[in-house]
């Protein structure tokens, strides 16, 4: 009888496209000025093509650090190469289902900015689920849902994870970059806090920032925002910033304030501090201590000269 997954994963796989440039602001000066002049060349733009997406990245990341991940995904016959081949030798399985990858432009300097085209994400709903998958994802310890964003259907896979599963599976959630679709995340933030969508939410300092904003939560500094906000949903949050990362489930918090450097790329990084955090958590990681480990996972991301997420002896021995 084969193990279960420990972590069960879906449902976006992009190609990345990643362009690199001192200062995102100039790069847009340059293109208007080139458009201008009435269009033509921009030399000189270092350019990278990666397999991405939200799930890919975190599925990758999860397996990296020994957790048996299963990842469902899409993808066309074009890429699906790119997508199965960083998972062999690891404890991971791939379930492709037959739709066009997403396609993503992301240009990184001080911040990065995506261009993206959801292809087979912008409407991944549990009807693309079979029988297989459903048994598969009952046995997982953990099962994710991420880039909501992206999925038109992301409200409806998450009622029906919770709805076929069960309460007592724990359902972890990144919408990941809201902000095109604040009617809809509006809605998805009231069945949050009607219960039984998801029990586990992770975002980063502009996301929580949003969320606070929409909900009309006020707190004092992101300590007191990531409590305020996980009280408010009932859920388990975490806030994963440049300068810190804190969690609570809204009575009970921590923090652990990151040491900042200059980084190789920032496409990816949340996606190995949540495998990392999910990491902790199954192997029952106090919250200090989760976040310690998922800040140094992230650290050896950004700053590794190949957008590989790092093995778990690399993680342990920067931790000393």
């Known amino acids: 009888m084969r193990r279960p997954f420990e972590v069960a994963v879906m449902h976006d796989f992009f190609v990345d496209r990643l362009v690199g440039v001192k200062r995102v602001s100039a790069l847009t000066r340059t293109v208007a000025t080139k458009a201008a002049l009435g269009g033509g060349g921009v030399h000189g733009v270092p350019q990278q093509d990666v397999r991405g997406g939200n799930a890919v990245n975190l ?54 900015v995506m261009l993206g085209d959801a292809g087979g994400a912008g409407d991944f709903g549990p009807e693309r689920l079979d029988g297989e998958d459903w048994r598969a994802l009952r046995g997982a310890r953990v099962v994710c849902s991420v880039n909501w964003a992206a999925n038109r259907k992301g409200t409806e896979l998450l009622a029906s994870l919770k709805r076929r599963l069960g309460e007592s599976k724990t359902v972890f959630l990144d919408p990941a970059d809201f902000r095109d679709r604040l009617g809809d995340y509006r809605a998805l933030l009231a069945r949050l806090e009607a219960g039984g969508m998801a029990d586990w939410v992770s975002l980063n300092e502009h996301e929580a920032a949003g969320t606070a ?14 409590r305020a906000l996980a009280k408010e949903l009932g859920v388990s949050l975490d806030v994963h910033t440049e300068t810190g990362s804190f969690t609570s489930d809204g009575s009970e918090e921590a923090s652990f304030k990151n040491r900042t450097v200059a980084p190789r790329r920032l496409t990816g990084a949340g996606d190995v501090w949540n495998a990392a955090s ?9 919250g200090a201590e989760r976040l310690r480990f998922a800040h140094a996972a992230a650290l050896l991301y950004i700053r590794a000269p190949e957008p590989l997420p790092p093995a778990l002896d690399d993680v342990l021995g920067s931790l000393g």
Request: proline residues 5%; positive net charge; charged residues 25%.
């Open 59 to 112: 599925a990758h990341a999860l397996a990296r650090l020994g957790l048996r991940t299963l990842l469902i995904t899409h993808s066309d016959p074009s890429h699906e190469r790119l997508l199965r081949d960083p998972f062999e030798g690891l404890d991971a399985e791939v379930r492709a289902k037959p739709g066009r990858a997403g396609l993503t432009v992301a240009v990184e300097g001080e911040v990065n």
């Open 213 to 226: 904003r929409l909900l009309g939560a006020e707190a004092k500094g992101p300590e007191g925002l990531c």
């Open 278 to 286: 999910i990491y902790g958590r199954l192997r029952g990681m106090g």
